[in-house]
T-cell receptor, first 114, second 115 residues
Framework: GENVEQHPSTLSVQEGDSAVIKCTYS??????FPWYKQELGKRPQLIID?????GEKKDQRIAVTLNKTAKHFSLHITETQPEDSAVYFC???FGSGNTGKLIFGQGTTLQVKP | DTGVSQDPRHKITKRGQNVTFRCDPI?????LYWYRQTLGQGPEFLTY????????KSRLLSDRFSAERPKGSFSTLEIQRTEQGDSAMYLC?????????????FGDGTRLSIL
């Protein structure tokens, strides 16, 4: 079936530490893996994405890695800041016919303590 | 603001009533998606349009739900005979391109509360 598993569900780190969130997906045909940040009462905001022909992508303090063989991808945030506190969702594209339908993980609540 | 806009932001209605939501995608985005999000969960796919054609609907979407995108620009999502379980945030997203690996940008959503 179409499934994305995300761990951990909550993560608390000290300011300046690194945070890692992990996801696995069920469909080997998935080719696109975005990460969204959602603050309370706001829209999901795309923060980084990776396509299946790339193993790693970095944007300043944020990086994503993809292991297609293991059907596993991860978000890495370095030098965390209090404003990084939010819910983070991973997602994977599913379905035949080129729809781009995203299946989301259950979310990780990240708390960065000052 | 040229992002995805949704209207209304909040809708409170009694059980059994019909409701309609509107989504205006980013200009010239040919792909439009509707998702539903309940508290503490990730967005759940409902339906997808490429231009004016509705190409996929979730099997979870009951026949009380209908969506249109008549001119390939804005879209509407209607829920008939609303039920308590329909209470959720309804999110719209749009993207541009021919491939399935294009970034989707979300609107602020319409929060539906069923009394």
């Amino acid at each position: 079936g179409e499934n994305v598993e995300q761990h951990p569900s909550t993560l608390s780190v000290q300011e300046g530490d690194s945070a890692v969130i992990k996801c696995t997906y069920s469909d080997s045909a998935s080719n696109y893996f975005p990460w969204y940040k959602q603050e309370l009462g706001k829209r999901p905001q795309l923060i980084i994405d990776i396509r299946s022909n790339v193993g790693e992508k970095k944007d300043q303090r944020i990086a994503v890695t993809l292991n297609k063989t293991a059907k596993h991808f991860s978000l890495h945030i370095t030098e965390t800041q209090p404003e990084d506190s939010a819910v983070y969702f991973c997602a994977a594209s599913f379905g035949s016919g080129n729809t781009g339908k995203l299946i989301f993980g259950q979310g990780t609540t990240l708390q960065v303590k000052p | 603001d040229t992002g995805v806009s949704q209207d209304p932001r909040h809708k409170i209605t009694k059980r059994g009533q019909n409701v309609t939501f509107r989504c205006d995608p980013i200009s010239e985005h040919n792909r439009l998606y509707w998702y539903r999000q309940t508290l503490g969960q990730g967005p759940e796919f409902l339906t997808y349009f490429q231009n004016e054609a509705q190409l996929e609907k979730s099997r979870l979407l009951s026949d009380r739900f209908s969506a249109e995108r008549p001119k390939g620009s804005f879209s509407t999502l209607e829920i008939q005979r609303t039920e308590q379980g329909d209470s959720a945030m309804y999110l719209c997203a749009s993207s541009q391109g021919s491939g399935s690996n294009q970034p989707q940008h979300f609107g602020d959503g319409t929060r539906l509360s069923i009394l």
